[in-house]
């Protein structure tokens, strides 16, 4: 497999930008003149202080947020002739606490999510998000469009960061004094892309679950649909997921000193689903020998024929519970939207034909090096000064939490080891959280807080404080620990109580 890296970042011209702008403080509405290269603001506009409905901007996951008043501005940015990224930034008029905060989107989904932008805007930050140059959420927007594949891989965020900058300058008479990124699935692939490709651009970067593996992810979920789909008779139904769960955990569950439902290392656990075979006719507290053979694909990582190495790690011993993502009646949308426009560039695509000699390595050459975030050579974001912290759930049944622990120890690895790493990037394996929150595990967390304590403190972050919400209360704490460390139970006191555990290693 081959990939190109190439790192772009043109650090002069962007602080160039950035300064011109700074040359003169404008009000929220005179915004609506700043000239940008390739790129117009399209609207400028002050919004009164009050809730998120009030302002125009109802979405029922912030309706509780009483936003400040702010600038809301947007703006259509076009690096290519078949480019158009649409971004808005939302600036607090009073408050500001001196740094932008760019937010990442999920799936191929081009959107710009409000939510997140109140967010930020709430903790006093100049927030901004764009919509990857297209609309909706399927990869159709690629067949036919090389050059909004490029943005979706990488150039969007890096032209909406260079925008949000000149904006903020513009508005405040200066330019941000730290910049963040915030993102989870596609948004922590995209915060990956950032520090490899673009070192500069910030200064504390949250990768949540990323899909770095952009390609493994879609080439597993074609694995795992032609298993469960190979005939009638291997398609495991959901209901047998929960069956699967808790043989699991009878299993495991006790192996790190507490049964509490979660496991917190599922490496260390190797239940067999033929522990599970029928004895005689199928029924609902067995599995059959096709079933086995299902369950056991779904827990398998898949090798490069051609060279043995890891294509994709397989989903860990913990995730059943979150199997018809990938396992379900139908293959994981997300994955065959892959083939179906960028690999064969065929709407009309099967997933039933892919050949395994031959379509894993068409499948690595379009990637073209665009959307992939493999590449463990972070020395220049590292010489930034840039702080990394990443997280995964171990319990994830869409992007296999192995795909994170490889590519930090390929880091390890390229750059030198722990010693050399841990001064700047860190991660955090989440036991019993699925796909960027939920599941079984303390899943409620604050990570970024946790990276501006490193980033403008010095506070490197040696464990993480955790929750898990149940009906709305806090009915768990734990601490999350930096990998390769666990949460070890001291033996007293409640396993409720995170104040009870420790970081060790294993």
């Not at 190439?6 to 930008?17: C, E, N, T, V």
């Not at 959280?433 to 990276?451: I, Q, R, V």
Request: net charge neutral.
């Amino acid at each position: 497999m081959t990939i190109r890296f190439k790192r772009l970042a043109p650090l002069g011209f962007a602080a160039a930008l950035i300064n011109a702008a700074a040359a003169q403080t404008n009000s929220c509405e005179g915004l609506a003149s700043l000239t940008l290269p390739h790129a117009s603001i399209t609207l400028a506009q002050s919004v009164p202080a009050g809730p998120l409905e009030q302002a125009g901007r109802g979405n029922r996951g912030a309706a509780e947020l009483n936003l400040p008043a702010y600038c809301r501005v947007a703006a259509s940015l076009k690096p290519s002739s078949d480019s158009e990224i649409k971004m808005e930034i939302w600036l607090p008029i009073s408050g500001w606490n001196g740094n932008l905060e760019a937010n990442g989107n999920g799936g191929w989904t081009g959107s710009i999510n409000p939510a997140a932008l109140a967010d930020g805007l709430h903790r006093g930050y100049a927030a901004v998000m764009s919509d990857l140059g297209h609309e909706g959420s399927s990869a159709d927007f690629a067949l036919g469009h090389p050059e909004k594949l490029v943005d979706f891989g990488y150039r969007a965020s890096h032209e909406m960061t260079v925008a949000a900058k000149a904006i903020t300058a513009k508005f405040y008479g200066r330019a941000p004094k730290l910049s963040y990124w915030n993102g989870c699935s596609a948004g922590g692939r995209s915060a990956l892309i950032e520090a490899q490709r673009y070192p500069a651009d910030y200064d504390g970067i949250v990768a949540g679950s990323p899909g770095l593996n952009w390609t493994g992810r879609a080439t597993q979920a074609v694995w795992i649909a032609q298993a469960a789909h190979k005939d009638e008779a291997s398609f495991l139904p959901p209901g047998k997921f929960i069956l699967i769960h808790n043989a699991v955990l009878q299993a495991c569950d006790t192996r790190d000193g507490v049964k509490d439902g979660v496991l917190e290392d599922p490496t260390r656990c190797n239940f067999d689903p033929k522990e599970l075979e029928c004895k005689d006719t199928d029924g609902p507290f067995c599995l059959t020998h096709a079933q086995i053979e299902t369950a056991r694909a779904i827990y398998a990582a898949y090798p490069n024929q051609s060279n043995k190495q890891q294509i994709f790690p397989g989903f860990e011993r913990g995730s059943e519970l979150g199997w018809n993502t990938m396992g379900g009646k139908n293959p994981f949308v997300l994955g065959t939207d892959l083939f179906k426009f960028v690999v064969f560039q065929d709407p009309n695509w099967d997933y039933k034909t892919f050949n395994w000699d031959t379509d894993v390595a068409r499948t690595e050459r379009a990637d073209r090096g665009l959307m992939n975030a493999l590449n463990p050579d972070l020395k220049a974001f590292a010489a930034h000064g840039g702080k990394m912290i990443q997280y995964h759930g171990w319990a994830d049944p869409q992007i296999a939490p192995g795909s994170s622990v490889n590519y930090y120890k390929s880091v390890l690895e390229t750059m030198g080891g722990s010693a050399q790493v841990q001064s700047f990037y860190r991660l955090f394996m989440v036991p019993g959280m699925a796909h960027c929150g939920g599941g079984e595990g303390t899943s409620s967390f604050d990570m970024l807080a946790a990276l501006q304590g490193w980033v403008e403190k010095g506070q490197a972050p040696d464990q993480i404080p955790a929750s898990r919400l149940r009906d709305g209360k806090v009915d768990r704490t734990r601490p999350l620990c930096p990998f390769p460390q666990v949460a070890q139970y001291k033996g007293a006191g409640s396993t409720d109580d995170a104040a009870n555990f420790v970081c060790k290693a294993q």
